[in-house]
Every structure is written in structure tokens, then in C-alpha cells.
């Protein structure tokens, strides 16, 4: 192969993340795009530039609100990664929180539940008690459990996504506020659900 359109590719790829990291998403899809058709073209399915690519551009599509687009290339990247990889490998479960999520975007809750559920496991088993990585996935599922009326079982895991992250960052950081936020939603509907069931 040549090396040019190695470089071209990694070019592209590199201008891509500095535009989504700008929000400029719109344009980071469309050169993305220009970057995935380059390495379709002339990488290896199994490449891992062309995998890198493609976890790339699905990210931006999600931001983009394209979950649909999105969905497609993360089912695509995690496909060939599970041909390379245990199943159990814990690499896989950052593209599963990522495919989880675009599921849940699309309200296919059950669907993300179950893609979020194995990869907080997967997680979990892999890494120290207290990684950041581990609060990413309890909040995604925690969000998922909330939109499907489960927020018994989702409060315990945002009680102790807070109580980690806050050891990570300031109290008023967003990544902290929002968790939060969202805890005190989960707390009030299960309350809420607590004083019915008494009444009841």
C-alpha cells in the first residue's frame, strides 16, 4: 500500500478530532467521511488506522444527533474488533458504551440496556474499584434505567458515580453537576414511588 495514503488518511483523521473537539461537528463528519472512503478504499477491513477512523466518525455523527448513521459504524467497528479480540476483552466496552448509548438515543431501550449492562461489567472486572471508566458506564446505564422507569435500580449507581467523581473534580464541574442532577431526579421519583406504594 502506499505509504501516502497512510498519511493521508492519518491527515484526515487528526483534523477530524480537532474539529469535533471544537463542536464543529458538521464538518467533522465530512471530512470523516473523506477519511473512511480513503481507507476502504486501501486498508485492510482489520486495519487499525481504518477502526480508529470509524470510532472517529461515529463519535461525531452521535454529536451530530445522526445516531442512526452512527449506530451503523460503531455495529461495523465492533464486528471486526470481535474477530480479533476475546469477547470479554475489556477494549470492546468503551464501542459498547458508545453503540449502547446511540440505542438508547433511538429508544431502543431494552437493547441499550443490555449493551450497557455488559459493558459496565466488562469494566468492572478489568479495572480498580473507583476508575473514572466505570462511572462513565454506571451513568449511562443509570440514564437508561431512568428513562425506563427504573430509578430504584438506577440511583445506587449514580450515588456512587457522585461519590467518585468528586473525588476526581471540583464539585461544581460539569461532569460532576450533571450526575447530580441527575441523582436528584432519581431520588424524587423514587420517593415519589415509595409514598405511593405506602398509600397504596
Avoid at 493521508?8 to 467521511?33: F, I, N, P, T
Avoid at 459498547?96 to 455488559?118: A, H, I, N, T, Y
Avoid at 449507581?157 to 436528584?184: D, I, M, N
Wanted: aromatic share 6%.
Amino acid at each position: 500500500m502506499d505509504r501516502g495514503i497512510r498519511r493521508q488518511v492519518q491527515d484526515l483523521d487528526e483534523e477530524l478530532l480537532r474539529l469535533g473537539k471544537d463542536g464543529q461537528y458538521m464538518d467533522a463528519v465530512s471530512l470523516g467521511e473523506r477519511a473512511r472512503q480513503l481507507a476502504d478504499e486501501h486498508l485492510p477491513a482489520e486495519d487499525s488506522l481504518r477502526l480508529t477512523v470509524l470510532d472517529h466518525l461515529a463519535v461525531c455523527h452521535f454529536f451530530n444527533g445522526e445516531y442512526v448513521t452512527s449506530e451503523k459504524i460503531l455495529e461495523e467497528e465492533i464486528s471486526i474488533r470481535r474477530q480479533q479480540l476475546p469477547a470479554d476483552d475489556p477494549s470492546l466496552s468503551t464501542t459498547m458504551v458508545r453503540l449502547g448509548l446511540c440505542k438508547v438515543r433511538q429508544k431502543k431501550l431494552q437493547d441499550g440496556e443490555s449493551m450497557l449492562r455488559k459493558a459496565l461489567e466488562m469494566r468492572e472486572k478489568a479495572l480498580l474499584l473507583g476508575h473514572l471508566n466505570i462511572t462513565t458506564s454506571q451513568w449511562a446505564l443509570a440514564d437508561c434505567l431512568i428513562q425506563q422507569g427504573n430509578a430504584l435500580e438506577a440511583y445506587p449507581l449514580l450515588e456512587e458515580c457522585v461519590r467518585v467523581r468528586k473525588q476526581s473534580y471540583t464539585e461544581y464541574h460539569p461532569f460532576v453537576v450533571v450526575v447530580v442532577v441527575a441523582e436528584g431526579f432519581c431520588h424524587n421519583y423514587h420517593l415519589h414511588v415509595t409514598c405511593v406504594r405506602i398509600e397504596a
